[in-house]
Structure formats: structure tokens, C-alpha cells
């Protein structure tokens, strides 16, 4: 395999546009579509979808690949692009694709194009690896909406998947007084032996009055309005899961609880370490060939 390659990158966030920075400096060939800032780099730019695009080793999608509208997620004004835009504008050409959270949509178009693709957001390493930046993040988050430290505060982290382990042990680091909910007893064991407080959902309502911050990394809902109104007024919750979140946002509001849905925050507060991870989990992918072209 020849180690440069060809990647066309369409959208995304600051991630891509540091991860189209580092493809360069490797010296990989880059087309681009959807990025202002980028018009005077060695990529070769494109302002419209069209077939010679696709003419490429990988095909780099957004994390996640498409937005509320249900679009390619782009944030270059006056660029819309959808599934069907793609599809239509293959042409003869298929790349392997790499993009977060493929849904029923992608799936049916992969299979009906004959297209292979990988799903990053499924992927351990970058789950783990990804799960820092997340963590650091929420944390930033929580300091712009509060006026008291975190440290000797008492919060609760809502779920003990990747990013509840780095942001737990972030927490504690700062000294903060930290309890983690999770189902599993497994789960609930090692919370205990990492010296967090351990809380079954069962008993999840008991703790409520108590925080101060409550962070939710639960991609469902999980903090209905029932869980809300025992809330204290004060408490800040700071929603880190997938779209639509897992907290009642509209109950939030009615009782006067501050409530946010924090998405994409590797891309927000650190994009060049999360584009080092995609690049990173992408070649690793390549070499292993589990990403074939």
C-alpha cells in the first residue's frame, strides 16, 4: 500500500479542519468541500458536489455525519449538501467512507451502492481516546455556568460508560465530591473502588436535592420532570449524550433549572488533539485493514 493517500474531506467541524491540516503535513493529497478557512491551503477546493470528488482513496464524513435538518453537517454558509446529493454524484467511483453515528439512511445507501464505510463512533480506541477531550470540556462548560468552584462541590455524573470514567476521575482530581449512577453491579463495584460514591438508578431520586452539577452522558431519557421538579432551583445540568439528550429540556425551562445540551465538544474546546485521535484511529484502521480501498 502506497502511504500517501487520497481523502476528500466534505464538512464538519474544526476537527476536520485541524484533520485536513495534518493530512497535508503528511504530505496525503486533500480535496475539501464546505471550508472557508481553507481556500488558500494546499487542498484542492470544491464548492459544489460533483463526481471527480469522489475520485479517492477515503471519503471523510462529518462526527455525526448529518445535523438536525438532516444534511451533511457543514458549517460554511450557503453549502447544503444530503445523502442524495452523494449518492447521485458517485459516478463509477467508491471510496471507503469513514464518518460518526451511520444511521438507517447511510446503511441503505451503502448497501444499495455496494459502498464500504466505517463508523468511528463505534470504534474502541477512538471511543476511549475521545472520551478525554468530552470530559475536559464539560468540565470548561461547567466552569463558564457556574460562580463557585468545582472543587468541594457536589456532583453527580449520570452514566459510567467512557466519558463518566474521565470525567469522574477529572472531577475527583479536582477535588470535587463526586457520585456516579449506574445500572450494572459491575458497573457499581468498580464506581465504589475508584472512591466515587455509587448510586443505582433505582435510588437516583434520593440524590437529586443534594448536587450541585449534574452531568449526563445517558443517550436516553433519563431526568423526566418528575426527577427535575426534586431538583434544587440552582443545580446546573450540563447535558453531554447524544442528540436529543436525556433531560426534559422543556421541563427544565418551566422550573427554572439551567439546563444544557453540550454536543461536539472535542470539537469545540481541543479540535487539534481530537483531529490527532481521527487521524490516529483512521490509519490504524488502515494498517490493520480493517479500511480497504
Known sequence: MNDLLTFSVIGGDQRQVELIHILLDKGHRVNILGFDELIDSKAKVWTKVEPALFNCNLLLLPIPYRNEQGNITIQKSGISVRLSDIAES??????FIILGKADKSFSELAHKKELHYFDIVEDETFAILNAIPTAEGAIQKAMEMTNFTLHGSNILILGYGRIGRSLSRMLKGIGAKVTVEARKT?????????GYTALHLDDLDRCLPFQDIIFNTVPHLILEETSLGRLNKNTIIIDISSYPGGVDFAAAQELGIEACLSLGLPGKVAPKSAAEIIYKVIMGNVREGKVKF
Open 90 to 95: 458517485l459516478g463509477n467511483y467508491r471510496p
Open 186 to 194: 459491575e458497573d457499581l463495584a468498580w464506581i465504589s473502588e475508584n
